[in-house]
């Protein structure tokens, strides 16, 4: 769904446009973040884009949306809801940025096109956490393993360390030469 900055101006200054769309944004988001999401829902988005002072417009929306992630221990599938609010601020002059705070969400069009699609997208890739756990692994299900490796939790970790701690033995005679100091 796309909108041209100078119709919202000009048909919209006075009455803002309401909306209530479903998007369809797995083909996109797969391509571009197939990393991070290997399914999505179809995203219901539902807001408004008002002109504001100095012909700037702003969309405010709340987005819902059932994604498929991997975890982020195992990469097994997991399934993560995200439904949240998102307000951009649409602007076509680089220096109308200066007018607004530095937390909010401000891009300059540049060829007369606000991209929902886009937005609502990338907006949902910054909802997904960065640590991410099946049922399954929450539950205290054992770590991955493979040859000569394996996943340890940080509660775990000081004793594995000292399990695997080896002293060359080159190195070991200078332990004599040091008696009156722990080992470290």
């Known amino acids: 769904m796309k909108w041209s900055l100078t119709e919202l101006r000009k048909n919209h200054r006075n009455d803002p446009l309401m909306f209530d769309e479903t998007l369809d944004l797995k083909a996109d988001l797969i391509e571009r973040y197939g990393n991070e999401v290997l399914d ?3 995203v219901h988005a539902k ?3 008002s002109v504001v002072s100095g012909g700037d417009v702003v969309i405010v929306a709340q987005v819902t949306a059932d994604l498929t992630v991997p975890s ?3 990469l097994a599938p997991v399934d993560l809801p995200v439904d949240f609010k998102m307000t951009e601020f649409y602007v076509s002059d680089p220096t109308a940025t200066q007018r607004f ?3 909010d969400v401000v891009m300059v069009v540049t ?4 991209d929902l699609n886009k937005a609502v997208g990338d907006n949902i890739i910054l909802e997904i956490p960065m640590h991410i756990l099946s049922d399954a692994e929450q539950q205290g299900e ?9 996943v340890v939790s940080e509660e775990n970790l000081e004793a594995v360390e000292k399990e695997n701690q080896s002293v060359d033995p080159r190195l070991a005679k200078l332990k004599d030469f040091f008696p009156d ?4």
Do not use: N, V
Request: net charge negative; hydrophobic share 25%.
């Open 181 to 184: 100091q722990d080992d470290q």
């Open 101 to 103: 705070e530095k937390t």
């Open 111 to 114: 060829d007369d096109q606000i």
């Open 40 to 42: 999505i829902s179809p």
């Open 72 to 74: 982020s221990r195992s």
């Open 142 to 150: 054992a770590m991955p393993t493979g040859q000569d490796w394996e």
């Open 47 to 49: 807001g408004i884009a």
